[in-house]
Structure formats: structure tokens, C-alpha cells
């Protein structure tokens, strides 16, 4: 098989930078960042290319907060041998502070050490797909876990192809989950250019079995290509402990099932891997030892293309290495095929209930339990969402994909992040990064292909979809996401944890910034908690596990609060604004505000500390609100819920709103700051040593003034997004006339995110950098705006009916143009373009926050308004 993995890794590159990179003057510069995703390449970084051939008191927390700081100082100290010259010793001491202050835990009660997420809720949860990065991945929710996995041989232009890791170069024509229920059931479609796979997961717990219970997997396979006519899968199972396997029969029985492998794991016990099927078979196998996980791929593939090049035949060696801990299984089949596998935990060759638990989840046993499962599924969708009331049967079925894709790239990671060092240090080794604790993180993510990890921003998307399916699994998440809060009440923004999530991205792009925030959207879903509660909207079992979680989780959403009321500040008393812009590029036509989310979107041209910016302060508003609910919920009286209670109502003042960021001509809502219109990009010939070179440069023709960054889009929506603004206001009726107009936001297919009469309207940034956030359709925050119009529609005030009407044509442009796109190309996208019919763009395979549809089809939105 030939050629290589570099289209993957460029696309790798520019993922990792349009979802925010730190822009302080850490981050490389384009010519850099091309450079180190070539040295990626050259090293294996990107994927594969085609075959070869407590409660706790103030004063406890405290003391444990010195107690910790202490010993993890020592610890840094002694792991380092201290990493700043005699020179600026004070200077390196008093960096290493703040530094052991950002990878040092909040001194708290742990989340996830609750009584409601042990037990049987945790090994509920115990097993599933969750490496949402490979077509197929199945482990489990601990750090060292028995994985397993699907790849197969796919066949492109006459050549052949390995496909594991999800990626856009494969150019599957579609695939994904149909269903998935976040638990025990999935079902997921790949085409790959003429090969039909279908693969089908289900878990359950039944006599005999281990810790976590037994499970299956379904191999559904049919080809119309017309080579040789022979389709090759392989599927594996590994020990990320290193332990070793011991291989069964590799050959095919029709009399019953054949063992595959067989091990023990200290959580689970003995394990017995089976293979059942009722056709022809041709199996070969490989074992190896190893410890990278992330380079199966390029275990198999070495192993097949040394074999063909010996043999003649696209086969697996048949061998084994001494002590194998990963076991490799190629099935080969001319005809379309069924395969079942069976992995049985705490199983023992001679326990009399194998047979059955075999037979249960292989056979006709297993197409029936699938097939109610599918049923199962279906009526709880519709239950849940209300679906068949609201949208048509075509639709119906994107909705239920896009659910089961969100649920389904659900994925279990362990690691620890790589916080940079401040600027000008680096440790002895030549490190410029300390590690974060160990921790686990168990998230959906944006994309299984371009963002296979997670993002803070986006997950409190993320969760508004999942609670409303499986409240248990959406705190158990954002109680994952609450322990990684560092002493300071930080929250890295990027999880890249573990071997697997780093290989997706190249080393350049993984540090990340204790300085840098990220949209505290988790808090969407906790106040919908609470609100919930208030409404009785839970089951009694429910609303209890959701008053514990609530009051465990008071003190980390402080914190968190706490963290950006003291790092995000601006000038005056009440007013924010993102900081870590950089106010010295020379290569930006606008600079980037990478830490709001919305990256490119234009802000002031020079920034500096008198900019306010008003998504960030409507953020805030969000927060204090949700802390507050918390707070009186809870029936909590202290000082603090009192400066709670006096912060909800200044940032709730429609005034002082008004006062900072309202254009009374236009009526939309600004940013502030040291702005000038006259800004360009444009070539210049630079003397690089002994040569000239030319490059794109930002030009300032007219010197910039303090004032309003005239730029209508998104972030002029953002007071209107939060219900902030009355509904008897005449800034209501000139927000529904920005949202209409079709020269600056309205379109067919969704709200454009920034006005066609902007400046910098579809303008790329810099020579490498297209626009991203100044023109396309994103849908979080048209769901968002689609949630205000709907509550403006049930408010008695003069604009009332308009709201409705806007509401309904918006709605349905929305769900028309995510379904018509997801029936064209069986994708959903990342964004969708204003500019050409709505097609989708951005990433393909993006099912975090476009899973969104879901609620717009149901009509449901967050509890923001009330």
C-alpha cells in the first residue's frame, strides 16, 4: 500500500488553530506551523496512508489548598532540578508559584467521588465505544483498558487503502451512528466506496458475567466492488497494561463458535474473546507486543505489507510475538458475510454458563436483541422529543442520527494536559510545558474525525442534547469536566489525553494557556438543572441525585466564577472583556479573540486594556444567574450568595447594558475598544538576511480611536440571546430587524454569523488564515437565537407576533438545509455556507453542537429566560 498521511496532518494543523489557539506570541507563526506539521508527517504523527504493499470547610480548604500547593511544588522541583538561571532567581520564583498554582487541583470534594456515579451507575457505564477517533473502538471507562477495535482494507483508485482512524481523506461517502443510546446499543453505517459495512454494539450484564458485563459486536458486510471480490476486516483486542494474551483457534467453525483469545484483567477477571458465523470464512491473525496504542495502524499495515511482498497474498503472517499483548484477527470474505463477536468477562473455560451467554449475544438471538433495542431506542426518541408531532418521517430520521452520533462519539480519555510555561522559560530538559495531574475525562466530542477530544466550549452544547436524553450521563460528564479545575478555578480548554488523542494533533499545537479562558457554556445545562427541579421536571430519583450534584458542585462553579471575575475584567467596575488577544501582530487584519470561541470574529484592531466586549459580559450574566439559582435552591444565606444575588442584578441592568455597548442609531449591541476602520493587508518586500522574500502584512491607514466596533453579527446578538433585553424595548424591535434583514444577517438557510455590510465580511485574516466566523452559518448560535425568538413570542409586549413569525421561518430554514445536507452528503457539517445554497463546510462528520437540530426539531430550548 502507498503513500501517506499528509493531508490529514495539514488538516490536522489547521484544526488545531480554528479552534483556538493561544494567539500571546507563544504560538508558532504560520511558516512555523506548516514546518512543524511536515516534520509530523516525516515522524508518523498524522494517521495512516493507503497499504504499501467532603464538605469542606473555608479553613479546611485552605490548608489543604497549601498542603497541595506544597507537595506538588516539591514535587516540580525535584522533577525539574528548577529551570531558571541564578539571574532571575526572584523572578523564577515567584513565576514558579504561579505556575505550580495552574497544574495544582482545586482543594475540593472530588465530582466524581459522589455515592451516585459508583456503584452500578459506574459500571453501567463500564464499557463502550468510546474512542469516538476510529471507526469502530470499544474500551473501557478506566485508564489502563482492554481495547478492541474494527479496521478493513478499502480500495481507491486501484489502490489499497487501511481504514481505522476516522478521517476525511478515507472519503467514506458516508458514516456514523443511525442509533446509539449512549449506554449498551449502537448501530452505525460506513459506505467506502462500494463496501456496505454495518456495525452493530450491544453490552449487557447477565449470569456469570464480570465486572461490566458481556458484549457484542456485529459485522454486517457486502461489496459491489469488482477487484478481486474479496472484502478483509480485521478486528483486535489489546491490554494497555501490557498484559499478555493468549491466542485461540484461528480457524472458522459452522458447527459453533471459535475461541479468538482469551486473558484476565484485574478489574474484570478471565475474558474469552469468540467469533461466530454462518459463512465462508478465511481468518489469519498477528499478535505483537507493544505499549503504543495510538500505532496499531501501523502495526497492521507493516505486518500485511511484508507479508504480500513475501507471499504474494494481502494476509496477516499467522505469527505471534512472544508475550503478545495486542491479538490481531483478519477475516477475509468473498460473499456478503455476518460476523459475530462475543467478548464474555469473568468467564472461565469450564463455567457451564458460556454456551448461553454465547448464544444470547450471537445468532438469532442477537438480531432479535438488536432489533428490539432499535425499537426501544426509536420510542424513546420520540417520547423524549416529541417528535412525531413536530416534523415529517424524513426529517425524523435526522434527528434520531444526529442524537446517536453525539451519543456515539461519546469517548473515555486519561491523561494529562501539557500546560505551557510562561514566556521565556523553559525547563532544563528544553521542555517549555509542565504536566498537568493525571486525570480522566469522560466527554462527547465535536467531531470524530477533525476534533476527536474535548472542547470546553463546545461540550455545554453538548450537554443541553444530552440531559434531556440521559440526565445520569450528562452530570456524570460535567462532573468530569468540574474536577479538572486547578487551584485558580482554570479549566484547560483543549483535553488532548492520552497517546491516542495526541496523535491527532502535531506537537506545535497541544500547549495549553492557564491564562486563556473559554465560554463557560457548561453552565447552560446546570441551570437548566436547577430550573428543572424548581418545575418538577424530574423524576424524584433524578431531582435528588441532581440536588447532591448541584450542592457538590457550588464550590468548583465558584471557582470557576471566580476565575473569570478576576482574570477577565475590564477597566471599570462591570465590564469584561477576553484577555490574551495580541496587541503587537503584524499579520492579522483584526486580531484574534481565539479564547470567546468565535476566533476570527472581528474585535477592536489594536487591542488594549479599555475594550469591553458584550458576549463576554452576557456570559458572565449567565453564570451569576445559574450560581444564584444554585444558591437560593439550595436555600443557601451567606455573604456570598449575597454578592451573588447584588452581581445578577448589575449585570441584569439594562442601563448601565445600554451605556456600554448599545448603538443608539442602529440599535445593535458592540464591543468597545481602540478601533479604526482603515486597516489592510497588503504585500511587502522584507530583507530576510541575504534575500528578499514577500510577505502579507497589516498596513493602518487612519491612526485607531476609542469607540464601538461597528461589526453587526453574533456578538450583537448576544444580549438578545441572553433575554436581556425587556420585551416592551424598542431595542427588541431593532434586534428582530437586524436578525431579518437579508444584506446583513438573514439568509435562507440559517442566520449568517457576521453582516454582509461588515468590513471585514468574508475577509481572510491572514494569508493562511480564511475567514471562519465572519460570514458562515454556525449552528449553536442560531439555536440560541432561536431559543430568544421563542421566548420574545410567549412575552406580552408589542413585538410578540413578529418574534413568532421570525421564529417559524427561521426554524424551519434551519431544519431544512441541516437535512436536505445530511441526505446529499450524509454528513453533518461544521458550518454551512451563506454564500453557496447552505452547503455544508468546515468539517464534515460534525456532530457535536449541529446535534443541536435535535432541539430544534423538538423545540426545546434552555431555561436562560426565566
Not at 453505517?189 to 458485563?213: A, N, P, R
Not at 474536577?483 to 497541544?510: C, H, M, T, Y
Not at 423524576?539 to 482574570?567: G, P, V
Request: hydrophobic residues 35%; proline residues 5%; neutral net charge.
Amino acid at each position: 500500500m502507498t503513500g501517506g498521511g499528509s493531508t490529514s496532518t495539514r488538516r490536522a494543523a489547521a484544526a488545531a488553530r480554528s479552534r483556538g489557539r493561544p494567539s500571546d506570541g507563544s504560538e508558532p507563526e504560520p511558516d512555523a506551523r506548516r514546518a512543524a506539521a511536515a516534520a509530523a508527517r516525516r515522524h508518523g504523527r498524522g494517521d495512516h496512508g493507503p497499504l504499501r504493499l467532603m464538605d469542606l470547610r473555608p479553613r479546611t480548604l485552605a490548608l489543604l489548598g497549601v498542603a497541595s500547593f506544597a507537595l506538588f511544588s516539591i514535587a516540580f522541583v525535584a522533577y525539574t532540578g528548577g529551570w531558571w538561571e541564578e539571574e532571575v532567581e526572584a523572578e523564577g520564583a515567584a513565576t514558579l508559584r504561579t505556575v505550580m498554582r495552574s497544574i495544582t487541583p482545586l482543594p475540593a470534594p472530588r465530582m466524581m467521588d459522589l455515592p451516585q456515579f459508583q456503584g452500578d451507575h459506574k459500571e453501567s457505564l463500564y464499557w463502550g465505544t468510546y474512542r469516538p477517533n476510529v471507526y469502530l473502538g470499544i474500551r473501557s471507562r478506566t485508564p489502563l483498558s482492554l481495547i478492541a477495535g474494527l479496521m478493513w482494507i478499502g480500495l481507491k483508485n486501484g489502490q489499497y487503502f487501511l481504514r481505522h482512524v476516522c478521517q476525511d481523506s478515507d472519503e467514506l461517502s458516508s458514516y456514523g451512528w443511525t442509533a446509539h443510546n449512549g449506554r449498551d446499543y449502537g448501530r452505525q453505517l460506513l459506505v467506502d466506496h462500494g463496501l456496505f459495512l454495518t456495525t452493530s454494539f450491544l453490552k449487557e450484564k447477565g449470569e456469570g458475567s464480570g465486572y461490566g458485563g458481556d458484549w457484542a459486536v456485529r459485522l454486517d458486510a457486502n461489496s459491489e466492488r469488482s477487484s478481486d471480490g474479496t472484502t478483509h476486516l480485521f478486528f483486535y483486542i489489546a491490554d494497555e497494561q501490557g498484559k499478555s494474551i493468549a491466542m485461540g483457534s484461528h480457524v472458522p467453525s459452522s458447527r459453533g463458535p471459535v475461541l479468538l483469545a482469551s486473558g484476565s484483567h484485574e478489574e474484570i477477571g478471565d475474558w474469552e474473546l469468540y467469533l461466530r458465523s454462518e459463512d465462508n470464512l478465511e481468518i489469519h491473525r498477528a499478535g505483537f507486543k507493544s505499549t503504543s496504542m495510538h500505532n496499531l495502524s501501523d502495526l497492521v499495515q507493516q505486518a500485511v505489507a511484508t507479508n504480500a511482498m513475501q507471499t504474494g497474498n494481502l494476509n496477516l503472517p499467522d505469527m505471534t510475538e512472544d508475550s503478545s499483548n495486542i491479538m490481531i484477527y483478519q477475516v477475509s470474505i468473498k460473499t456478503a458475510a455476518q460476523i459475530d463477536i462475543v467478548f464474555l468477562s469473568g468467564s472461565a473455560s469450564k463455567n457451564p454458563t458460556i454456551e448461553d451467554r454465547i448464544s444470547k449475544l450471537t445468532g438469532p438471538m442477537l438480531s432479535t436483541r438488536l432489533e428490539s433495542k432499535r425499537k426501544e431506542f426509536d420510542e424513546r426518541y420520540d417520547k423524549i422529543f416529541n417528535a412525531n408531532n413536530k416534523i415529517d418521517s424524513k426529517e425524523l430520521s435526522v434527528g434520531r442520527a444526529a442524537l446517536s452520533n453525539l451519543l456515539g462519539g461519546i469517548g473515555y480519555f486519561y491523561g494529562q494536559s501539557k500546560i505551557a510555561l510562561p514566556k521565556g522559560f523553559t525547563q532544563k530538559n528544553g521542555d517549555k510545558y509542565i504536566p498537568y495531574w493525571p486525570a480522566a475525562l469522560y466527554t462527547a466530542v465535536p467531531s470524530r474525525s477533525f476534533f476527536p477530544r474535548g472542547f470546553l466550549w463546545d461540550e455545554g452544547f453538548h450537554q443541553l442534547v444530552i440531559w434531556r436524553w440521559d440526565v445520569h450521563i450528562s452530570m456524570d460528564i460535567i462532573g468530569h469536566w468540574l474536577d479538572l479545575l486547578n487551584s485558580d478555578g482554570w479549566i484547560p480548554r483543549e483535553q488532548i489525553l492520552g497517546a491516542e488523542a495526541l496523535s491527532k494533533v502535531p506537537e506545535e499545537f497541544v500547549l495549553q494557556y492557564p491564562s486563556n479562558g473559554n465560554p463557560p457554556t457548561l453552565f447552560l445545562a446546570i441551570r437548566d438543572f436547577a430550573s428543572g427541579i424548581h418545575a418538577k421536571q424530574f423524576s424524584d430519583d433524578e431531582a435528588k441525585k441532581i440536588s447532591t450534584f448541584l450542592e457538590r458542585a457550588y464550590i468548583r462553579l465558584n471557582s470557576w466564577f471566580q476565575w473569570f471575575n478576576s482574570t477577565q475584567s475590564g477597566k471599570y467596575e462591570g465590564t469584561f472583556y477576553w484577555h490574551g488577544r495580541d496587541n503587537t501582530t503584524t499579520r492579522e487584519l483584526n486580531p484574534k479573540t481565539l479564547t470567546s470561541g468565535l476566533d476570527d470574529y472581528p474585535r477592536a484592531s489594536h487591542p488594549n486594556d479599555e475594550e469591553r466586549h458584550v458576549d463576554l459580559r452576557c456570559w458572565m450574566l449567565l453564570a451569576t444567574n445559574c450560581i444564584r439559582s444554585i444558591a437560593e435552591f439550595l436555600k443557601m444565606d451567606s455573604a456570598l450568595e449575597k454578592d451573588y444575588y447584588k452581581m445578577s442584578n448589575q449585570l441584569s441592568d439594562f442601563g448601565t447594558l445600554n451605556k456600554f455597548h448599545l448603538d443608539d442609531k442602529t440599535g445593535a449591541y458592540f464591543d468597545y475598544g481602540n478601533h479604526t476602520e482603515k486597516v489592510r493587508l497588503r504585500w511587502y518586500d522584507v530583507q530576510d538576511k541575504d534575500t528578499m522574500r514577500r510577505e502579507l502584512l497589516r498596513e493602518t491607514l487612519q491612526p485607531p480611536q476609542l469607540q464601538l466596533i461597528p461589526h453587526v453579527g453574533y456578538v450583537s446578538l448576544f444580549p438578545f440571546m441572553m433575554g436581556a433585553i425587556p420585551p416592551e424595548s424598542w431595542v427588541l424591535d431593532k434586534q428582530l430587524d437586524l436578525i431579518s434583514n437579508t444584506s446583513i444577517l438573514w439568509t435562507d438557510y440559517g442566520l449568517r454569523s457576521l453582516s454582509r455590510t461588515s468590513s471585514v465580511y468574508m475577509k481572510r485574516n491572514t494569508e493562511h488564515d480564511p475567514p471562519y466566523w465572519r460570514g458562515a452559518i454556525w449552528i449553536n448560535m442560531n439555536y440560541m437565537t432561536l431559543s430568544a425568538l421563542h421566548h420574545y413570542a410567549h412575552e406580552d409586549g408589542p413585538y410578540k407576533v413578529r418574534a413568532g413569525e421570525l421564529y417559524d421561518k427561521l426554524r424551519s430554514n434551519l431544519i431544512r438545509n441541516i437535512v436536505q445536507n445530511y441526505h446529499e452528503t450524509g454528513f453533518f457539517w461544521e458550518n454551512y455556507d451563506q454564500k453557496n445554497k447552505g452547503k455544508g463546510k468546515g468539517a464534515r462528520s460534525f456532530t457535536g453542537w449541529t446535534s443541536l437540530l435535535v432541539l430544534i426539531m423538538a423545540e426545546s430550548y434552555p431555561t436562560l429566560h426565566r
